[in-house]
Structures are given as structure tokens and as C-alpha cells.
């Protein structure tokens, strides 16, 4: 091994580190998975242990066909989760992409006014807009509808501030070509802007993803129909039941396991995208500070 390319001591100590402090990280992962398959005296085993000792589907079996009280079946409330989540995705990746997109490269009046309505709606929590959606949400009469889970998430200031940034490091000298070799505003957003942007999209996609795919608020406030509630909803259930709130001894034991088996199916589809787009979220946070 030639001398330039070993390994220096300080070098491998670093490595060393950082190996450390990934494997600790990945700690609460793996003991996730490992809760998920424990029986129920393992569950209730103390001291806890953190690998499971004897594996088991019997807690993925108890929530795939335990029903509600409505006696709604789990493939609903996943297909729910599903398609809602596929659905608002692409609309506010849509939608702001768009906003992001004339905010960044077309000028026109009170432009400045809507950057700073964008910038002040950062400083608020989504807890201080509660009761404000609910008064549009029920004025507009979108309860017990999808589009109470749709209409929420469209104004999504994150995601067009994100956008933005990303676009305006694009030349306005690249887009003006296009448009003198006779390029559509629609062919210079879909085939030029959106692929040089592709990583801040691909980051915006699993925020978005994040944010939808957990949220019980939609379910809980808007849609009293059992039928229309997500995964998300269902889980919580199960932590209610786990704790004893109106349930017997007997359903307290059995919601520990589903609740186990539930919260990994929530954090399972969170991983696959992150590891999925895990190049681009690296892309944009090594460019999010390059002019």
C-alpha cells in the first residue's frame, strides 16, 4: 500500500467516531423492530429487553384483523392513508413548485408582500391555525370528505420557501434562451426548472411525506366517519387502549402488541423514503448554501 494512501491515525479515529455515534443512532431502529415481533410476556417482561428473544407474527395478525368498533377493517384505513398521502404529495409538490417557480423568476406587483406573508406564516406553529382551518374546513362544508385532508397541506410555506431558494441559484439567462427558441412557460417549468431542482423536490417530497403520512389531526377534527380515517388515526387508537382508557385489562395487553406492530408500520414507509431520496437530501443540503 503506497504511503499516501494509508490510513492515518487521526483519520481512522474519526472514522472510528463516526461509526460509534451511526451505530448509536441506529439503537432506537433496531429496537423498533425488534419491540414490534415480541410476544406478550416479552412485552411485559421487566427489565425490558431489547432484543427479542422468541419472534412472532401474532401482533401483525391481531392488527391486520382486529376491527374497529364500526367494525372498519385495517386494509381500509391503510388504503386511506395511501392514496391520501399519494395524493396530497403530488398536489403540494405541484402547487408549489408553481408558486415557488413564478415567485423566483417573474416579477409583478405586491410579489414582496406575498415573500413576507410566506416568511411571517413560518413563525406560527400549526397549533396556532387550528381553530382558524376548522372555521374554513366547516364553512366549506369539507367534513367527512377527502378533501379535508387535501385542502389543509396544499399552503405549504415550507416547501415554496425551499423551492424558491433552490431556484433562484437557476441563471435567468438559461430560462430566457429557452424562451427565445420559442420554449412554452409551461416546457421552461416542466423540462428545464424542474429537473435542476430535482434534489430541493425530492427533500420537499419526503417533508411532505412525513408530515402527512403521521398526521391524526385531519381524523381526529374533521372526518367523524370511521370509514374515512387513516392508518395514523387507527395507531393512536391503539395507544389510547394501550394506556386504559375505557377498555378492559384483556384489550390494554393485546393494544401493547398492536400498538408494537402498528408503529413500525408507520416508520417503515418514513425509512424506505428517506433511503430512497437519501442522495438528493444530501445534494441539497451541500447546495443549499451555494449562490
Do not use: C
Not at 44 to 49: C, F, H, K, R, V
Not at 243 to 248: L, M
Request: proline share 5%; net charge positive; glycine share 6%.
Amino acid at each position: 500500500m503506497k504511503a499516501g494512501r494509508r490510513l492515518r491515525p487521526g483519520i481512522a479515529a474519526i472514522h472510528l467516531f463516526l461509526a460509534s455515534t451511526g451505530l448509536f443512532l441506529a439503537l432506537p431502529i433496531v429496537y423498533l423492530f425488534n419491540h414490534a415481533f415480541k410476544p406478550l410476556n416479552e412485552l411485559y417482561l421487566y427489565p425490558p429487553t431489547f432484543f427479542v428473544r422468541q419472534p412472532t407474527l401474532r401482533n401483525f395478525e391481531m392488527l391486520f384483523f382486529n376491527l374497529s368498533t364500526n367494525l372498519v377493517p385495517f386494509s381500509r384505513y391503510f388504503f386511506n392513508s395511501v392514496a391520501i398521502t399519494a395524493a396530497v404529495g403530488f398536489l403540494v409538490l405541484l402547487v408549489s413548485a408553481m408558486a415557488a417557480f413564478i415567485l423566483s423568476k417573474f416579477r409583478f406587483h405586491l410579489k414582496g408582500f406575498i415573500m413576507a406573508m410566506i416568511m411571517l406564516s413560518l413563525m406560527f406553529a400549526a397549533e396556532t391555525v387550528g381553530i382558524p382551518r376548522y372555521l374554513i374546513i366547516s364553512g366549506l362544508g369539507l367534513t367527512d370528505t377527502y378533501l379535508a385532508y387535501v385542502l389543509p397541506f396544499l399552503a405549504s410555506p415550507v416547501i415554496v420557501f425551499l423551492l424558491k431558494q433552490f431556484m433562484d441559484q437557476v441563471p435567468a439567462e438559461l430560462l430566457e434562451a429557452a424562451v427565445i427558441d420559442g420554449a412554452p412557460i409551461t416546457a421552461v417549468f416542466s423540462r428545464i426548472m424542474v429537473p435542476l431542482v430535482a434534489p430541493a423536490i425530492a427533500t420537499s417530497a419526503i417533508l411532505t411525506f412525513q408530515a402527512v403520512w403521521g398526521d391524526v389531526s385531519v381524523s381526529a377534527l374533521y372526518v367523524h366517519d370511521e370509514s374515512m380515517k387513516t392508518l395514523a388515526y387507527y395507531v393512536s387508537t391503539l395507544s389510547l387502549a394501550a394506556i386504559g382508557q375505557g377498555t378492559s385489562a384483556v384489550q390494554n395487553i393485546a393494544g401493547q402488541g398492536m400498538l408494537a406492530a402498528g408503529g413500525l408500520l408507520l416508520f417503515v414507509p418514513n425509512l424506505i423514503m428517506f433511503l430512497f431520496f437519501q442522495r438528493y437530501v444530501i445534494e441539497t443540503m451541500v447546495n443549499s448554501g451555494i449562490k
